[in-house]
């Protein structure tokens, strides 16, 4: 697998993002992506729901994906699935190898940090036990169409 060189126009996905089907849905249309971790944040089950949201945690490291060269038009989408609870920033993540990124990620709004749990998210759980409830639940893809 080539190195990626991630810009602005790339995505931290932490939570259900990291399902490609749920992704593609999102932005209309399946994206490269490539493993990282975002150091300095730690991620939380959202109380009574199935998805995760991450703050800035000492000592805390999130494994998830870096979605590559997402349009403007993806972001508009991104923008209205995760909804007033997540503001997109500008963080660092790192790569397999260990070097240092610039890439955008949805982080819990400080208004919102109340909603989460101090259960930390579990993808594999999420993948086994919560995905099906989501994608049948979750308001933001109303929001999307």
């Known amino acids: ?43 939380f089950l959202v109380r009574e729901e199935q998805y995760p949201g991450v703050i800035a945690g000492m000592g805390g490291v999130v494994a998830g994906l870096v979605y590559h060269d997402i349009s403007v038009g993806g972001w508009s989408r991104l923008d209205r699935f995760e909804g007033e609870m997540y503001t997109r920033l500008p963080v660092s993540v790192q790569d397999t190898n260990g070097r240092e990124f610039r890439v955008c990620c949805y982080v819990v709004r400080n208004e919102f940090h109340h909603r989460l749990t101090t259960t930390e998210w579990n993808y594999a759980a999420f993948l086994r036990q919560g995905k099906k409830i989501f994608q049948n639940q979750y308001c933001g893809f109303k929001e999307i169409d």
């Open 1 to 43: 697998m080539p190195p990626f060189q991630p810009a602005t126009d790339d995505l931290f996905a932490y939570g259900s993002l990291m399902c490609a089907d749920i992704m593609a849905s999102v932005v209309g249309g399946h994206l490269r992506c490539t493993p990282a971790t975002l150091p300095g944040y730690r991620r």
